[in-house]
């Protein structure tokens, strides 16, 4: 995962939307305090997520799964 700062993507968006093509992930910073702002994924990554309801602990947890994160049938 590569960073790059918010004038970094303005001047080279290009180049960037290629790398986000070719499966790269990057991370957007404040170009002032470099705080991380926002994360930019191969929309094929985006599409695969699936929504999850959490129950009782909607708005207080959250998870995550890798991408080569498999359950067969049977599991």
Not at 7 to 22: F, G
Not at 29 to 44: D, F, G, L, M, R
């Amino acid at each position: 995962m590569k960073t790059f700062t918010y004038t970094e993507i303005k001047n080279n968006v290009s180049e960037i939307i290629e790398m986000v093509k070719s499966g790269e992930e990057i991370v957007v910073s404040s170009t002032k305090s470099k705080e991380i702002i926002a994360v930019i994924i191969p929309y094929h990554r985006y599409e695969k997520r699936k929504e999850r309801i959490l129950g009782i602990l909607k708005g207080i947890a959250s998870y995550r799964e890798k991408d080569n994160f498999k359950l067969t049938d049977q599991e």
